[in-house]
C-alpha cells in the first residue's frame, strides 16, 4: 500500500500561482511514478502532470504545459506541482496517485485538494 496526502490547494485570481504538494508514505519502494489529476465538475478526470520516480522523466498535458511543472524529491518521496499563470478553467479537484510500474494503472489516490481560480 502506498499513501497519498495532498496539500496546497486554495483560492487565487486568474494569473496566480499555487504550489502542491504530495506526500507519499508507506511502500514506496512499489511505486514508479506519481501523476496529478484534476476533475471538474461535470467534466471526466484529466491527467494534469506525471514524474517518474528514478529517472524524473515527466509529462504534461498540452492544456497546462508551459505553466505546470512538476518535480520530485526522492530523499522526502513528495511530489510538487507548480502551477502558474492560473485559468478560472483550471478550478478542480487535484489529485495525486501512484502507479506500480509503466504498464499499470494508478491504483492508490489521495483525497484530493481543492484549487478555485476566480476570474
Known amino acids: 500500500q502506498v499513501q497519498l496526502v495532498e496539500s496546497g490547494g486554495g483560492l487565487v485570481q486568474t494569473g496566480g500561482s499555487l504550489r502542491l504538494s504530495c506526500a507519499a508514505s508507506g511502500r514506496t519502494e512499489y511505486s514508479y511514478g506519481v501523476g496529478w489529476f484534476r476533475q471538474a465538475p461535470g467534466k471526466e478526470r484529466e491527467l494534469v502532470a506525471a514524474?517518474?520516480?528514478?529517472?524524473?522523466?515527466?509529462n504534461y498535458a498540452d492544456s497546462v504545459k508551459g505553466r505546470c511543472t512538476i518535480s520530485r524529491d526522492n530523499a522526502k518521496k513528495t511530489v510538487d506541482l507548480q502551477m502558474n499563470n492560473l485559468r478560472p478553467e483550471d478550478t478542480a479537484v487535484y489529485y495525486c496517485?501512484?502507479?506500480?510500474?509503466?504498464?499499470?494503472?494508478?491504483?492508490?489516490w489521495g483525497q484530493g485538494t481543492q484549487v478555485t481560480v476566480s476570474s
Open positions: 496517485a501512484s502507479r506500480k510500474t509503466a504498464f499499470t494503472s494508478y491504483n492508490f
Open positions: 514524474i517518474i520516480w528514478n529517472s524524473g522523466r515527466t
